[in-house]
């Protein structure tokens, strides 16, 4: 079925590990986004791409790295993860068409940074 | 970018209809008005989004005030499904610059 998925949907890491969270979207939408989502906020946006090969900074990309060698792709990487960073993570691709401009959200991953 | 100031949260009677109001004063001339909603434990989904007429589509209604520093989302007859954070949004495209920033949204109560 063509949607959005991440993966992993649950994760559970150290202080100081790399972790990559995977975001995948099969209808070809040029713009994508990473956001992440605390208790007590709302949807703060961590960076976006508006096509393959062109990322862009959001409110929070401090600590955090994206590529986008691929359309379909927009994986997320902690470096060095921290506290901090315990987060539910959304992917989000848009579409824009027929007069419609639409966000489409992935279910969440959900990290743990112990 | 311009904000979005809405109530931290609301209640309303099933089936009854729901006025969430958003406060835009700083909008300008090609900000578009989205509003999305969160269900619990779920990604956003889109809801509604116009421009300077009123909108309706099978989710809501949108009603825009005449100088647009301010927007109303409609439902017309709340269910317990619609239990959820609404999030009002300005869209502002410039050039590859097109960042859609969310705020803390209205968590709105449905009572049965």
């Known amino acids: 079925d063509a949607g959005i998925t991440q993966s992993p949907r649950y994760k559970i890491t150290e202080t100081g590990r790399q972790v990559t969270l995977m975001c995948h979207q099969t209808?070809?939408?040029?713009?994508m986004f990473w956001y992440r989502q605390d208790l007590g906020h709302g949807l703060r946006l961590i960076y976006y791409s508006a096509a393959a090969d062109i990322t862009d900074k959001g409110e929070v990309p401090d600590g955090y790295v994206v590529s986008r060698s691929k359309t379909e792709n927009f994986p997320l990487t902690l470096e060095s993860a921290t506290r901090s960073q315990t987060s539910v993570y959304f992917c989000a691709s848009r579409r824009l068409a027929g007069g419609l401009d639409t966000q489409y959200f992935g279910p969440g991953t959900r990290l743990t940074v112990l | 970018d311009a904000k979005t100031t809405q109530p931290n949260s609301m209640e309303s009677n099933e089936e009854e209809p729901v006025h969430l109001p958003c406060n835009h004063s700083?909008?300008?001339?090609?900000?578009?008005i989205h509003w999305y909603r969160q269900l619990p434990s779920q990604g956003p989904e889109y809801v509604i989004h116009?421009?300077?007429s009123n909108v309706n589509n099978r989710m809501a209604s949108l009603a825009i005030a005449e100088d647009r520093k301010s927007s109303t989302l409609i439902l017309h007859r709340a269910t317990l499904r619609d239990a959820a954070v609404y999030y009002c949004i300005l869209r502002r495209v410039s050039g590859r610059d097109d960042k859609i920033i969310f705020g803390k949204g209205t968590r709105l109560h449905i009572l049965p």
């Open positions: 116009g421009l300077t």
């Open positions: 700083t909008i300008s001339g090609t900000d578009y």
């Open positions: 209808w070809s939408h040029s713009y």
